[in-house]
């Protein structure tokens, strides 16, 4: 107070690198961060741009889609859909693909249902709307 112009008034100071408190906190799980959530995860064992076209299908018709990227396995596919919190996998294979059609799973029950490769978009997005009701 005093190299303010005031009278000396005694004190005592605090400081504390608050961006430092927030890492802390975080990594303490103070904050509880929600769980990471999609509509739609594809599993894509068939490369190419299969998996890309269909993602960006999916998002045209407004679903949060995502997919895998890199050569992994199937299974370390479902896994990273079930990290990403996704409702629905679809799973684009060759043996399937070959007879037009792909496997979608719903990842909540395991039940799992072939659909027309060329309605998928539709088909997901009519079912996220009947559970919205």
């Known amino acids: ?16 690198g608050i961006e430092r408190v927030l890492i802390v906190c975080d990594a303490e799980g103070v904050f509880g ?10 599993v894509d064992t068939v490369g190419g741009l299969a998996g890309l076209t269909l993602v960006s299908e ?18 370390k596919q479902w896994s990273a859909a ?10 684009l294979a060759p043996r399937e ?6 496997g979608v799973k719903h990842l909540a029950t395991g039940k799992q249902v072939d659909v027309k490769r060329d309605e998928v978009a539709a088909w997901l997005r009519n079912k996220e709307e009947s559970d919205q009701s």
């Open 82 to 91: 079930d990290r990403a919190g996704a409702r629905w996998g679809v799973l």
């Open 33 to 42: 961060a929600p769980a990471p959530s999609i509509d739609v995860f594809v």
């Open 97 to 102: 693909l070959a007879d037009g059609k792909v």
């Open 58 to 75: 999916l998002r045209a018709v407004g679903l949060s889609a995502e997919r895998s990227y890199g050569n992994r396995s199937m299974k």
């Open 1 to 16: 107070m005093e190299e303010l112009g005031g009278a000396p008034t005694p004190g005592i100071g605090f400081g504390i």
